[in-house]
Nanobody
């Protein structure tokens, strides 16, 4: 069982930056593929970024490529999402997700564990 706790959300002006963190419990964090998703009001949850257990592979949705960076520190059991050049359309609740094993997916159904979410609001 893995517990995930996100932090780092907030209110920022367009063009600004935020760094989200997701702290995970458990001793085998490095075996978990991790993902970040977001959900805006009235919309479905959508994939943002994912990272392999070792951190060697990363994946992004097209609209955030070049602006967002996913990374992880396995010694700290933490995954990060650095978000730069934020836009109002990035406003959403951001969730981290985990699945034990290799591979990755942009589908929320692939992941087994979820955090409670952190709100990101980008004002224009």
């Amino acid at each position: 069982q893995v517990q995930l706790v996100e932090s780092g959300g907030g209110l920022v002006q367009a063009g600004g930056s935020l760094r989200l963190s997701c702290a995970a419990s458990g001793r085998t964090f490095s075996t978990y593929a991790m993902g970040w998703f977001r959900q805006a009001p009235g919309k479905e949850r959508e994939f943002v970024a994912a990272i392999s257990g070792s951190g060697g592979r990363t994946y992004y949705r097209n609209s955030v490529k070049g602006r967002f960076t996913i990374s992880r520190d396995n010694a700290k059991n933490t995954v990060y999402l650095q978000m730069n050049s934020l836009k109002p359309e990035d406003t959403a609740v951001y969730y981290c997700a985990a699945r034990d094993g290799s591979g990755w997916s942009g589908s929320p159904a692939w992941y087994d564990y979820w955090g409670q979410g952190t709100q990101v609001t980008v004002s224009s």
